[in-house]
Structures are given as structure tokens and as C-alpha cells.
């Protein structure tokens, strides 16, 4: 299928699921999908689609699903998205979108998947802790942020399995906060300008399979903490100013390990 979504649709109020991803739609979203009020997903993934998140699909007050991502959409996300209160999954990556995260995406109480990857500057709003049902992040690859540290309400997600935050220019410390994500697997803070030591409360992260914080300008020692983590795979904590020795701790892990610590100031034990 290819050239604009068929207007036809329009007389189809009743339909509660529509997926024309992977097609050659191009054109503008439009606004009367706004009207379908029975809709329950949506999926527009990868095709052509060009203009402006319409503000109009904030009154898709039953849809749980809304997938927009690999597309051609620019300007902002459009505070209106806030009000879709049961929400589950929102991808909105890989398109051309400027300007911030909406304070209004707190809002989104029952939302679990949230991909706002390729997109975005500013800086992450504090109202994302507020999202206890978040099992995925995954704000990587933006420009995130000059302005602030990585908010420590983000510790409050105590459902999250998933933060991607890499690639981005998030400065200040890491909050150790994020030691208290207790379900978390997959934690990436890579290739950003975070300061200051890995704090000691990432041990704490029992579930945690891959730490990736390379590409950093983080100093002080390697935590010990990180040596009791038994489901570690990966730390990747090169090209930073890490000093000391590696933990002897990190070397009894009953799994199989990839550590890469290049580009430091280690020392021997």
C-alpha cells in the first residue's frame, strides 16, 4: 500500500484496531482519526508519514497502544497525548521531532513501554517517576540534556526492567537513586558527560544482566558493590578516568562476564 491513509476511513467510527505499518503511506496524519473514539491501537510504523503529531488523537480516550515510530514526523510532541489515560505502549522513535518531553506524559499512569529513541532535546522531566507501571525506557540516542541531571525520581520506577539513556547529553552525576530499581536488567547511561564516581548503590541492582557507562567522563574507583551482582554479563565502563585497581570481587562471578575497562587509569591490585 502506498500513498496517503485512505480517507475512506473516515466513515469507520466503530473501528477499534487499525495497523497500516511497514506500507509507502506518505502525507500528513490525519486529524479524523481523532474522532475514532472506539480505537484501542493504532500502529502507523514505518512508512513515509510527514507533518505534525496532531493534537487531535489526545482524544483517543480508549487506546492502549499508539505506534508512530521510523517515519518523517517532525515538531513537537504534542501535550494533548497526555490525557490518553490507558495507555500502555507509546513509540513515537526514529522520526524527526524537535523540542521536549511534555510534562504531561506523568500523566500516563498505566503506560509500560515508552520509546522516544532519535528524537528529542531538553531535559527528562521528573514527572516520568511518577509511572510506577514502566517496565522499558528507552530514551537513547536524543539530545538529552544540557540542562540537568538525570532526574532521581527515576528511581521511584520500581517496575522498570529496561533504562536506556545512551547517547545523549545528560551531565551531573549518576542519581543513586537507580540503585533502588530493584527489577532492573539492562541499564545504559553510555556516551554522555556524567561525572563524578559510579555510585555504590548500582550493587544493589540484584537483577541487573548489562551495565553499560562507557564513554563517560565519570572518576574515582570502580564500585566493589558491582562484584555481588551474580547476573551481571557486561560492564562496560571504559574511557572514563576510573582509578585504582578492578574489584577482585568482579573476577568470582559464577557467570560468564565481558568487562571492558580501556582507556582509564587503573592500577594493579
Partial sequence: MNGAIPAQLGARIKLTWLSLSNNELSGAIQAQLGAFHKLTW????????VGSILPELGALNKIRMLQLAINNLTRAIPAQ???LKKLTWRDLSDNELSGHIPLELGDLRALKYLYLSFNIDGSIPKELGALAELHRIFLNSNQLTRTGPIPPELGNLGALKTLDLGINELTGAIPAQLGALNKLTWLNLANNQLVGPAPKELGDLSELEELWLRVNQLTGS????????????????DAHQHTGPIPR??????RQLAL????????EQ
Fill in 249 to 254: 570481587e568482579l573476577g568470582v562471578l559464577s
Fill in 42 to 49: 493504532l500502529n502507523l510504523s514505518n512508512n513515509q508519514l
Fill in 222 to 237: 570502580i564500585p566493589e558493590a558491582l562484584g555481588t551482582l551474580s547476573k551481571l554479563e557486561v560492564v562496560a565502563l
Fill in 81 to 83: 497525548l497526555g490525557a
Fill in 260 to 267: 571492558s575497562f580501556s582507556n582509564n587509569e587503573l592500577t
